[in-house]
């Protein structure tokens, strides 16, 4: 994302969903959250595919507060949600 900014693009969601779910497979969920953060701090709006990956990582991690979490704030969001979602939090109580 550094290196759009320095070419003054402005990122959609879909490079920070890249990069959160890279991170999310490489088990690297320090690095995801910080880039979920900077996400958030640049006002670039989530969407259902990055909570989805976030469930999916932290699920397989074993981190089910954390899945608790997610949960609410999806809820407290404008998000729809969707059929893979409801799949990823199934798998992660499942």
Known sequence: ???MEERLLSPSIV???L???TFGK???IETME???SKTKHLRIKTNIITYCSIVCVY???GHIMKVDSILRQVENSDIILDTPFFNCVIRAYG
């Open 26 to 28: 490489a088990d690297d």
């Open 19 to 21: 990069i959160i779910e």
């Open 59 to 61: 699920s397989k991690a």
């Open 34 to 36: 910080e880039y979920l």
């Open 1 to 3: 994302m550094e290196f």
């Open 15 to 17: 490079t920070p969903n």
